[in-house]
């Protein structure tokens, strides 16, 4: 068991360290060229270093930026939520700015600015999925998000999300004006299309109905291994006659890749149904505001 969990570790290492090379590509060769600021840190990273380009040359490079504003979150990330929080978010802000800061060297094909909106939406979604499959995010507005989430509990992370990422979105088009900014949301649209497609079409949470004979075993492991609830419903098979345990449970897009190795690794035969969540709210997800339920 212990080496099946080294195993895994090494695994999620590496597919955040192939995510984050494939990312930095798509900010460094397409975005940044083209003055494109797509929300996150990196973008507001792309409007720092052209401002600062006018007090000395080349401006304050990507990879500075992202680490400098992305560890102060993180460590008010451990005071909020403990020490054993995000340790692969950590290695994928520090792989993210040292992958920004060798990227940088390579050449860029001549592209305007649609094909880099293109290209460059394509190469950070792949390179976000690969990190979300692993288990991590690379910071910025996600970590921020879920930062403030902890102090405003009724709203949303994907909202908490947009509202970071659409300040910075606008910061740009102050910046570099109203075309620009359009290409940036084309970008923004094909990498959230890409990422979907690579975590299955998920979105903010999913609902998942399992039926295994080994219910018992697999509601262990996800209690476990993703720290969310399992309810148990009785069930009847009508051809067989037999009584079944069906489990039910909610988790975010990026549990929903790990759930259902777990549910693989414990019973091959298990019936998985996953469906889309559009709103959960209690424990874990969007919590009641105390002053609402009165």
């Known amino acids: 068991m212990e080496k099946l969990i080294q195993k895994e ?12 090379i494939i990312l930095a590509c798509g900010i460094n060769m397409f975005f940044e060229k083209q003055n494109l600021v797509t929300g996150g840190v990196t973008g507001l990273a792309i409007v720092i270093k052209y401002i600062s380009s006018g007090m000395f040359d080349g401006g ?11 560890v102060p979150l993180y460590l008010i990330g ?9 340790k692969k978010t950590l290695y994928a802000i520090i792989f993210l700015s040292f992958a920004l800061f060798f990227t940088k060297y390579m050449p860029a094909p001549p592209t305007d600015i649609l094909l880099s ?4 939406g394509v ?9 979300f499959i692993g288990y991590g ?6 970590l921020a998000a879920n930062i403030i989430q902890h102090f405003i509990k009724h709203i949303s992370v994907g909202k908490l999300m947009m509202i970071l990422d659409g300040i910075i979105i606008f910061a ?9 900014t359009m290409y940036a949301l084309i970008a923004v649209y094909i990498s959230g299309k890409v990422l979907d497609n690579m975590l299955e079409g998920v979105h903010f949470s999913k609902a998942v109905f399992i039926i295994s004979d080994k219910a018992e075993i697999i509601a262990d492991e996800i209690m476990r291994n993703l720290d969310r609830g399992v309810t148990g419903l009785n069930g009847k098979g ?8 069906i489990l039910f449970c909610v988790v975010s897009k990026k549990e929903i890749f790990k759930l259902k190795e777990i549910v693989r690794n414990m019973d091959s035969k298990a019936f998985v149904i996953v469906s889309d969540a559009r709103e959960v709210l209690g424990e874990g997800f969007i919590e009641y505001d105390a002053k609402e339920t009165l």
């Open 137 to 142: 995010t690379t910071g910025g507005t996600d």
């Open 238 to 245: 009508m051809y067989t006659k037999m009584e079944k345990e």
């Open 9 to 20: 570790s090494f695994r999620d290492y590496l597919l955040i360290t192939i995510g984050t």
């Open 123 to 131: 190469l950070s979604g792949v390179g976000l999925g690969f990190v």
């Open 78 to 86: 451990i005071k909020i939520r403990g020490r054993g929080f995000g």
């Open 172 to 180: 740009g088009a102050v910046i570099f004006g109203a075309i620009n």
């Open 117 to 120: 909106s293109l290209f460059g």
């Open 60 to 70: 304050i490079p990507l990879w500075f930026t992202n680490i400098v504003l992305n």
